[in-house]
């Protein structure tokens, strides 16, 4: 029995307004329309956002998942092309993961340099100041302590 987008999104987790963004991309086929204009999805739309919200927690970028719904209503797919979509993906979470341990280094470093006490100088706010990135050197190891 066809369902109203407030009860697919319940079903799903995904907002009336997100489901609303899938149709307009093309993820979602457009629904059958009550005649008050009321959207109707049947449970092959309520799977195929199931497939996008997974998708989406996966960190999967739309063009992706336009793809990867492509690969799974194609039944005479390649697993060999679904495995090298998420190979990349992996890669590029890969990449993401460094940059980010690489931030939180940096800034782990420049909160251990900063007294955190009420004087103005801040290696922080120095660090951030920087057109280049220097070696680290600032008003707090002065001798205007």
Known sequence: MPINIGEASKQT????????????LGLLPAPPRTESGYRLYD????????FIRRARD???????????????RNRRRSSAAVKKLAMTHVAELQARIEALEAMKRTLSELAEQCHGDDR?????????AKAEKPPVADCCTSSSR
């Open 58 to 72: 996966l960190g999967f970028g739309m063009a992706d998942i336009a793809q990867l719904l492509d690969l799974w």
């Open 13 to 24: 987790g995904v907002s009336a307004k997100m489901i609303r963004h899938y149709e307009g």
């Open 120 to 128: 103005a100088c801040c290696p922080i706010l120095d660090d951030l």
């Open 43 to 50: 449970a092959d739309a309520v799977h195929t956002l199931h």
